[in-house]
């Protein structure tokens, strides 16, 4: 890992070589970005009871941010400019590695907000690579006429453990839909099934979805 370290901080200061000023300050703003939420997510996992109240002050660093730099590029997707982050609807989720729900304010005042997970202690590269390997696939399937409807969100590894990967809005985790089946609804092979015949009783509603 310190090689390829090493490799990429030379690959990035040959990038920072060759460019201008302007996606210079671009970068140094999205490096600082990531630096403050792996700040934030280090001490919200290391605190004890109650982690809402760390999360509280210590999202201020992200507030303190955004009032130096007024906007900044989203690493995950460049494409989004955001301009702040809102506060009440920043938290955490409550798995081993208390992963953060960080809500950015959108540049464009009209569209919602952008919900990022930054996650700390899982080896992101993974993920990437099965992404990858899945939206392959899935354009393989469109050219042979199979739209499979996939949702395919996007991940990036920032460093040693960590990263940052998109919230797809309004989904249901197969986790909560395991733990509304029972006790061994994870070990029935219906429990999705019955899962969508629930929330979809009419038969149309329930073609359409499933």
């Not at 090689?3 to 040959?14: G, P, V």
């Not at 700040?39 to 509280?56: I, R, Y």
Request: contains cysteine; proline residues 3%; positive net charge.
């Amino acid at each position: 890992l310190a090689h390829f370290k090493s490799w990429y901080q030379k690959l990035l200061a040959a990038v920072q070589f060759c460019t201008g000023k302007t996606l210079n300050d671009e970068f140094s703003k999205e490096r600082k970005l990531i630096k403050i939420l792996g700040d934030v997510a280090e001490k919200v996992k290391a605190a004890s009871d109650p982690k809402k109240q760390v999360l509280k002050m210590e999202i201020n660093k992200l507030k303190q941010f955004f009032q130096e730099v007024n906007v900044c590029r989203l690493p995950l997707n460049p494409a989004l400019v955001v301009r702040g982050i809102d506060a009440d609807a920043c938290s955490y989720f409550t798995s081993n590695a208390f992963p953060l729900k960080i809500s950015f304010t959108n540049t464009e005042t009209l569209s919602r907000n952008i919900n990022v997970i930054f996650k700390m202690g899982d080896d992101l590269r993974q993920d990437m690579l099965v992404l990858q390997i899945i939206r392959v696939m899935d354009r393989i399937w469109i050219q042979e006429g199979l739209d499979m409807q996939m949702i395919i969100y996007k991940c990036l590894s920032t460093g040693k453990g960590q990263g940052l990967v998109q919230m797809v809005s309004d989904a249901t985790t197969l986790a909560k839909i395991h733990r509304e089946s029972g006790l061994i609804g994870p070990l029935k092979e219906n429990t999705i099934k019955k899962w969508f015949s629930h929330h979809h009783p009419l038969e149309s509603s329930y073609q359409e979805v499933y």
